[in-house]
């Protein structure tokens, strides 16, 4: 099938191909081309040009659409979510108000702890149901790409249920997603770390192997959760499934998790809100992406993590939602986008880069999704009409997308 879309104000996001990742300067460049057209066949972008550039003849194709003045980008890339969780955690951000921090909430029981009681309560049929309303929400928002951790299960029995809800969901949504492993998110109830870890490596990682319900292998590496040294047993033994490494660090604390995530290869290390100088260059010259969640630091009113510095050092970094029940309950990569550009003084050019090619790159998927390029499959959205492509995060709550097309076809 070929689809047209014309009357494009502005196509915006274009990269080269071959192009996998964005770092230093080269983040500040959006690529783009007024009053354009764009061809789609068979979910693939095939060409695109300036409207006064197309053939005398038209273009043939099978669906034409017009967008009416408005923008086209590439769809929003959400390199890390909690997505498949189980109810609410309000009292929990009452708790916030009255001044406790998340680490004293996490020892008194609640938090990740919370999330894993309520969702041993939910058949997986439940689960999945409340995820795909998420799900759906924020592809209606415009994210195309999404990453989905565990996490919540804590057991061998919760923690596979959610790994299923995350392959169903993939399944059964038009968005790419790709699933983690994220087991040590938390010490279970009634264990004690080591025994925890354990269960980790020796139940729990062989069984997400065996039944391949994992892309990727994440550890909470920080102040009061795992160790360096947890994460390294982790790692290893999830290397032997193929599982890459997306590491949670320095959220909390620095305590030496991101040098050994990036010895092992990972491709991302995530949070970074206590992230040193001094790390700047262990992920130099590596195939790391260093993914700044600027949700949960306006959430939890925690610091935000140092990405003006990271690209002025010629790092490239990549922003994500963080969507979860306790520290982020949002989804909506345009205010992650926004508060890139408000918070951590990225250029709205910089910002949409870190949501779009960067974001992909962090899911391993930028040699097909996460910018308009020839050839990458055509998720994309077409917004209202906007005066320039920096009113998408200067108007930071203003809904701005009109149509969602994912592989070449309209969401409804």
């Known amino acids: 099938m070929r689809l047209l879309v014309e009357n494009i104000s502005v196509l915006a996001g274009i990269t080269d191909s071959g192009k996998l990742r964005f770092q230093g300067s080269e983040m500040a460049r959006l690529g783009t081309v007024e009053n354009a057209w764009l061809l789609v066949e068979d979910g693939r972008f095939r060409s695109f040009g300036n409207m006064a550039d197309m053939p005398s003849g038209g273009i043939a194709a099978d669906v034409c659409v017009d967008a ?57 049929d439940e689960l999945y149901s409340q995820a795909m309303r998420r799900v759906r929400e924020v592809m209606l928002k415009g994210t195309g790409c999404i990453e989905i951790k565990s996490g919540y299960g804590l057991n061998t029995a919760d923690e596979l249920k959610m790994l299923r809800v995350i392959r169903r969901i993939s399944e059964n949504v038009p968005a790419r997603v790709v699933s983690t492993f994220l087991g040590a998110h938390a010490v279970g109830r009634g264990y004690g770390k080591d025994e925890y870890v354990d269960l980790v490596v020796r139940e729990m990682m062989p069984e997400v192997g065996r039944e391949r319900l994992a892309d990727f292998v994440d550890v909470f590496c920080d102040e009061g959760f795992f160790t360096p040294e947890d994460t390294e047993r982790i790692l290893d033994a999830a290397s032997k499934w193929g599982m890459r490494p997306k590491v949670h660090v320095d959220e909390l604390a620095a305590t030496g998790g991101l040098p050994v995530a990036v010895r092992r290869g990972a491709l991302s290390v995530d949070h970074l809100e206590n992230m040193p100088e001094a790390e700047f260059g262990v992920l130099r010259d590596s195939g790391t992406m260093p993914t700044a969640l600027p949700g949960t630091s306006f959430f939890l009113n925690m610091p935000y993590a140092p990405a003006r510095k990271m690209i002025d050092s010629g790092l490239g970094v990549a922003v994500a939602s963080d969507y979860n029940p306790g520290s982020t309950p949002s989804g909506d990569m345009k205010f992650v986008v926004s508060l890139a550009c408000i918070k951590m003084r990225l250029l709205p050019a910089e910002a949409i880069n870190a949501a779009t090619i960067n974001a992909a790159y962090a899911m391993g998927l930028s040699g097909d999704y996460g910018s308009i390029t020839v050839g990458k499959v055509a998720n994309f959205f077409i917004t209202e009409p906007i005066p320039s492509i920096d009113f998408i995060p200067y108007a930071y709550t203003t809904p701005i997308v009109s149509r969602v097309f994912l592989g070449g076809r309209e969401m409804g």
Not at 76 to 87: E, K, L, Q, R
């Open 68 to 124: 009416r003045g408005g923008a086209v980008l590439p769809s929003w890339c959400d390199p890390h979510t909690h997505i498949v969780y189980a109810g609410s955690r309000e009292g929990e951000f009452v708790d916030k108000i009255r001044g406790l921090s998340y680490a004293e909430i996490a020892r008194r029981g609640g938090g990740i702890l919370n999330s894993a009681d309520l969702l041993h309560t939910l058949s997986e």
